[in-house]
């Protein structure tokens, strides 16, 4: 069995992935790594049909290999998937779908934009290992009117919730969750969900917070008011992390975000936030890769689905 198997750089990964035949190997190393197991008879014996489709040797059930993945019905060829994924894991701020059109030349922005989309929803993968130690939690808008312009935005802003690792004063991973509004009900699940109990939780002194302690949490809740003190200096890690993923919001994707996908923007922030000190370009795309074998893709027309009449607006992060 291989274990992360990737090339290291972009003279390595056009030399492994001269042809589909390249591609399909690898996705099938990837999701087989002890070698193939039919889905019907978990028999271990295949052929491969001249579609490419895995032949059970003991039940004749055909698998394809890219269903249940992120390629299923794809009807481009995976090398130029492999090349976007690759290209978009090496830039460092990420890809908005405008640099994705440019630099593969695709016709229509729409497609661009679904290809991206498509990548994201896998870059988040449920069971993952929780935050622990000490962790920095608070909310935050984004979005909402822009300055100098009353009148003529008046949408709602959106509330994302904000964990942070401190591990010796330095950040570590982090996690975002969109939110309907700061109620305990939306905040406690989120820690739940993304904390380990018994770390150390700082928050300010919202009353969305005080049920922490009784769930297993060290909870303390640092007051503001009265203290002296800015919410920056009292929790300085995760507003450190709420200026860089506004700031990212608005260059990378010059604030062009809509509320109902701002959950998947977070997303592709955490992903490459959580392994910003990769030093292998080529373990980011590894990565991604294994999730999107994974990782059924997520139709078009879900990605699409119209936005609710509130959350049609473009975001400008406050
Ligand atoms: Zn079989």
Redesign the pocket.
Known sequence: MLTEDYPGNFEEFIDRFQSEDDCFRYIAQLRWPDGFV?P??Q?AKAWTTSRRLYH?S??G?ETSITAGTVFQGTRKPLRLWFHVMWWVMSQKNGASAKNLKDVMGFKSYETTWAWLHKLRRIMIRSGRDRLHGTIEVDETYIGGEEEGAKGRRTEKKALAAVAVEVEEGKLGRVRFRCIPDASAESLIPFVQDNVEPGSAVKTDGWQGYTGLGKKGYQHTAHKIAGSGHKASELLPHVHLVIVLVKRWLMGTHQGAVRHNHLQYYLDEYAFRFNRRLSTHRGKLFYRLMQQAVTTEATPLHAILAPAKANETQDIVPA
């Open positions: 039919c019907r008879c028999g059970c003991a039940c059930h």
